[in-house]
């Protein structure tokens, strides 16, 4: 592992009930790299966002550990915590009369305090983190007049403004088209890459994350498969994953084919 990053040490997650224990998934080892982009991928209701949530400290592992950048997590004072991990869940923020630019320098808040008010230093960092997303237009804008995909854009800026090592994101590319998503993702690669931060996302859009990461994990129902697209490729577990009857995977391509009726 690189000096910095996310490990996992046979993580258990779920969820402690009045009726018991309930296990999302189990026995995961794995690691998010410093400096590369890391897509969280699998079907529907496997737990993709109960891992985030955990990764993200806002639930507790049933067992197992997590360590960021070398520290348990359970460590973090949340102080500690708001300064290392940025958060961008699919939750639309709840926010009336604040504007674009008001809502991204709200991401100073672990350095400035919830109502401190923003250092030259801290106007600079929102300015540069609202031009990397590309959404200079909108910066007066007010967020509850803004669309799924430029409220998304702006919670990413917020997380950049935040200025933290690692970022999580639960379905960053959900509300953007096409054009938009490609930007986004190939924005997080930059960031993890030229700002040697921690990048890890779920996303439903697989042949994306397979052209744009670096690493691919696969969360299925009995299965936690964790390589590059062109490791697990080979290997057949994205062949297994994707193919039906109708749906084949070229492994040299990385791409998804349909058959048509004829």
């Known amino acids: 592992m690189k000096k910095g990053g996310v490990e996992l040490h046979d993580l258990t997650i779920g969820y402690r009930t009045k009726q018991g224990v309930r296990t999302v998934a189990s026995g995961m080892t794995a690691m998010v790299q410093q400096g590369e982009l890391t897509c969280l991928i ?3 209701g496997v737990g993709k966002s109960t891992l985030l949530r955990t990764l993200s400290a806002f639930q507790q592992p049933l067992s197992g550990s997590i360590t960021v950048n ?3 997590l359970s460590t973090f004072s949340d102080r500690r915590l708001s300064r290392t991990v940025g958060v961008v869940l699919t939750e639309k923020p709840d926010v009336r009369n604040m504007t674009v630019r008001e ?7 672990p350095y400035t305090g919830f109502w401190g008010a923003l250092s030259r230093e801290d106007e600079t960092i929102v300015d540069d983190s609202i031009h990397m997303v590309g959404i200079d237009t909108l910066r007066e804008r007010l967020v509850d007049t803004l669309s799924d995909g430029e409220r998304q ?15 999580f994101l639960d379905e960053p590319t959900a509300f953007l088209d096409f054009p938009s998503k490609v930007e986004l993702m190939q924005l997080l690669r930059r960031l993890a890459h030229e700002r040697q931060k921690t990048v890890f996302m779920s ?3 697989l042949e994306l ?16 498969s964790v390589g590059t697209p062109r490791q697990l490729a080979a290997d057949g577990t994205l062949s297994r994953f994707v193919e039906r009857d109708d749906i084949h995977f070229d492994r040299q391509t990385l791409s998804v084919r349909i058959d048509k009726e004829v």
């Open 103 to 109: 809502l991204v320098g709200m991401g100073r808040a």
């Open 153 to 167: 854009k702006v919670m990413v800026a917020k997380s950049l403004a935040q200025q933290t090592p690692v970022i």
């Open 70 to 72: 070398g520290r348990e």
């Open 209 to 224: 994350a397979l052209q744009v990461a670096d690493t691919v994990w696969l969360m299925e129902r009995e299965r936690f």
């Open 203 to 205: 996303t439903h859009d």
């Open 42 to 44: 699998g079907p529907n």
